[in-house]
């Protein structure tokens, strides 16, 4: 049951901040930086810009029609879309991975704040097994999970305060913090000694490591980044005005999100290379085991330097991680708010509720459950493969061959030129891209997900 008077975001910045921060997460600090140490460089970062561009941003805009000209959440609007046809289930597709995405990504959020509370106690000071330190607390049968449940209570402070009191208010405070706390890092960072190293690295394209498995991870950390196919773009675009400009608010998201990625590298890779003996292709430890060690040795003579670049680090990860678990329970409360006419709260009650429990299995998977496995996955990893592997790159081609062939080409034209009032001259491409070469592209990569 949708309500007639349902929310709206209240202005043009409140839109593409609240976009940007459903984009913006840990993906762009966390798992971008990774992808680019294991992959080469500046050469998946040109890989990277043009998926973006040809492939990320029409599948955005697709999204951002979706949800604005339904005007529901994500279950809902194929219903109304496509009513009496399958399609629906693919709307619930969207529901199901941010249910259990949001699951065991707040476990790693909940990390974040466990890191910065380390970091303002200067419990890394003194520390020197940072691998130990990582592998005691994630193993830890209660720590992380605590940390993951009060992320999420968080998450649910703000859920319930609504869109435009909530999220929108919210995303106008976090997302200018999380860029300035970036531009902080990035001139701390280029200050280290030997960080020119680090800066060649990310700048100085080397094409001959560029193989197929580079340009295929450079696509999906695209779909990844953009947080394409999980429901939260369509959810938010629901809340979108008539005015808003679909193409121009999705290049500014995509612009924001890229930009944020590539100063993440910024902040790392110099960082990285100012440290003797320390290798930037670190993958998922980068972040929690390497860059502590950085943080103790390259400021071993200036302590609180140190200390100051520790804490604004992990701030800033705790930032990020916020505004993509905010989009991501968004995506749920909306669900079974309008479907089952229960007030916002109660949903909300209900989807933060579901996620505690659901992650704490999750959690206790790095621990007393980690033999407990599934086709040899624990319930972190099978989480993770679902949703990374199969819902998403999936629901992502889906999306493309609803907008592309399913929807009537009037319909769309009339959605990203708003009814005629904005000039669109590359609309035939735009649509050649959703039919043919983006389903395609998605396609190569569930395939190669499938097949590591």
């Not at 029409?58 to 005007?71: K, Q, T």
């Not at 419990?123 to 005691?136: I, L, V, Y």
């Not at 300035?180 to 490591?209: A, H, Q, R, W, Y």
């Amino acid at each position: 049951m949708l309500s007639k008077d349902r929310a709206n975001f209240g202005s043009k910045i409140g839109i593409i901040l609240a976009s940007a921060g459903s984009a913006v997460g840990l993906g762009n600090i966390w798992r971008f930086p990774c992808e680019v140490g294991s992959n080469g460089g500046a050469a998946f970062i040109l890989i990277y810009l043009l998926c973006i561009t040809f492939l990320g941003i029409p599948v955005m805009v697709s999204e951002f029609l979706i949800g604005r000209h339904s005007r529901a959440n994500t279950a809902s609007a194929y219903q109304i879309l496509a009513p009496g046809t399958h399609w629906k289930w693919l709307g619930l597709m969207g529901v199901v991975a941010a249910f259990l995405i949001l699951s065991y990504y707040a476990v790693v959020a909940g990390w974040t704040l466990e890191y910065t509370f380390a970091s303002a106690a200067d419990r890394f000071s003194g520390e020197k097994d940072f691998t130990g330190f990582f592998n005691n607390f994630v193993s830890n049968p209660w720590k992380p999970a605590a940390c993951m449940a009060l992320f999420l209570l968080l998450t649910h402070i703000v859920i319930v305060r609504g869109v435009k009191e909530g999220i929108e208010k919210f995303s106008k405070i976090m997302m200018p913090m999380l860029l300035l706390i970036i531009c902080m890092l990035v001139i701390c960072s280029f200050s280290m000694p030997g960080s020119i190293e680090g800066l060649t690295f990310l700048l100085k394209p080397d094409f001959s490591k560029v193989t197929t498995k580079v340009v295929l991870s450079a696509m999906g950390q695209a779909f990844f980044s953009l947080s394409l196919g999980m429901g939260c773009l369509c959810t938010y675009a629901s809340y979108f005005s008539d005015e808003a400009n679909l193409m121009k608010t999705a290049a500014s998201v995509a612009s924001i999100d890229t930009l944020v990625a590539i100063m993440a590298g910024f902040i790392i890779f110099p960082a990285v290379y100012s440290v003797q003996g320390l290798s930037p292709d670190a993958g998922p430890g980068l972040v929690f085991v390497t860059l502590p060690n950085v943080f103790r040795i390259a400021f071993g003579n200036v302590p609180w330097l140190g200390y100051i670049f520790s804490l604004m680090f992990y701030v800033l990860l705790v930032l990020a991680a916020l505004t993509s678990t905010i989009s991501l329970h968004e995506v749920s409360t909306a669900y079974i708010h309008e479907s089952y006419g229960i007030s916002r709260k109660q949903a909300a009650r209900i989807v933060t509720g579901i996620c505690i429990f659901l992650g704490i299995f999750c959690s206790l998977s790095f621990g007393i459950l980690s033999d407990t496995t599934w086709m040899g996955m624990t319930v972190f990893d099978l989480f993770d493969f679902v949703t990374a592997k199969l819902i998403m790159p999936l629901g992502g081609m889906l999306i493309c061959i609803f907008t592309g062939w399913y929807l009537d080409r009037r319909l769309v034209q009339a959605e990203v030129t708003n009814r005629g009032r904005l000039r669109l001259p590359f609309f035939g491409i735009y649509i050649f891209i959703l039919r043919y070469v983006a389903p395609l592209a998605i396609g190569i990569i569930f395939v190669n997900e499938l097949l590591k």
